[in-house]
């Protein structure tokens, strides 16, 4: 990762990310959608994984925030942000937000603003899928913000009624 510092080994998922075999698809759409000297903000940053491939990406000297309230992930978290501490500034924060695991609504709700005013680019979530037929709630709210959303692992965009499940997608602004 471009000098960037990972020393977690601790389990089998923490061991795939040094590998590189860790959601491969978020990590190639990190690389491909994160402009060097680009901003990154990883909400449930768990040990910081993503946080740094982007740091990787952007650049030494940039700035990354990475919120994560489990605190045994947060202490790895802050191990890694003190151990690239110089070449990046990584702001760690042990909060919430909103607790994203099924409350994605409420963190676009929170950054509506900044999507409409073209403030954030792209965005990678993970969506489920309600069911057989029924759109995920998050589809419509994406859309009426003037985002595209497409599925990471095909490149396509995201149509419910074909995929039984959806996954992680990247959300880009409709006009791109």
């Known amino acids: 990762m471009d000098g960037v510092q990972f020393p977690f080994l601790k389990d089998y998922s923490q061991q795939a990310m040094f590998y590189g075999l860790f959601e ?9 959608h994160l402009p060097k000297n680009g901003c990154f903000v990883d909400v449930g940053a768990n040990v910081g994984y993503f946080t740094a491939i982007a740091a990787s990406v952007a650049g030494s000297g940039r700035k990354f925030w990475a ?8 202490e790895r978290l802050s191990l890694f ?6 070449r990046y500034t990584i702001s760690c ?7 994203v695991e099924g409350a994605e609504a409420k963190v676009l709700a929170g950054a509506q603003r900044l999507i ?10 993970e969506i489920s899928h309600p069911g057989h037929h029924e759109e995920p709630p998050l589809l419509p709210i994406l859309r009426k913000m003037g985002m ?3 599925n990471l692992a095909t490149g396509l965009p995201v149509i419910p009624s074909l995929s039984p499940s959806i996954g992680n997608v990247i959300c880009t602004p409709a006009g791109c």
């Not at 942000?81 to 110089?86: E, K, Q, R, T």
Request: no cysteine; aromatic share 4%.
């Open 24 to 32: 491969p698809e978020v990590e190639m759409a990190i690389r491909s």
């Open 67 to 74: 919120f994560e309230p489990h605190k045994g992930h947060f």
């Open 81 to 86: 942000a003190d151990l690239n501490h110089g």
């Open 93 to 99: 924060m042990p909060l919430a937000v909103s607790d």
């Open 116 to 125: 409409l005013e073209n403030r954030i680019h792209n965005m990678i979530l």
């Open 148 to 150: 595209r959303v497409l």
